[in-house]
């Protein structure tokens, strides 16, 4: 697949997650399930980057890094799929425990890390693009989500992000 074709592929996904957000907003849980589809579609890039393109590196150094891209893209599930339906019962709250405690989108730090030691491991052009715009893209979507969907969906949401940073931790008794 070309390099604009895996784009499209993976900013659809990113569509589907905004208007995911917006079915969870107007409360339409049949189609909310169908959106959450999304999730897959914008991971479908990688497994095809990784099958299209091979590490250059030397063994131990690939081994290394590829370990490091494994580990960072579990920790993206974990933190955007799973740690708030593991560890938090109220729906329309705010869960401002875990990761979430001191960063309002942690899943985009941890979305971030995993593109960028993708990008180190496959050491190519096409690839590096390609990863520099699906954290555009998601860097898109937390925006919309923190400024126009989530102080819709949970209640006390200002308030958290007078407390917590929206990307990095906020510095202790500043505001």
Known sequence: MNLIKLFLLGASGYLLLGLFDLAQIKQKELLGRILAVGFLVTALPYPLMLIRYKSPHPPLLGMA?????????????YVAALEIPLSHTGAGEVYCRGSYARTRHPGFVTH?????????????????????????????????????????????????????????????GHR
């Open 65 to 77: 890094l590829l370990i490091m891209v494994i580990a960072s893209a579990l920790a993206t599930i």
């Open 112 to 172: 971030l890390t995993f593109n960028v030691l993708l990008s180190f491991y496959l050491c190519n052009g096409t690839v590096a693009i390609l990863c520099l715009l699906f954290v555009s893209c998601n860097l898109a979507l937390v925006t919309i989500e923190d400024h126009l969907f989530f102080p819709r969906l949970f209640s006390g949401y200002d308030e958290y992000k007078e407390t917590t940073g929206f990307l990095l931790p906020k510095r202790r």
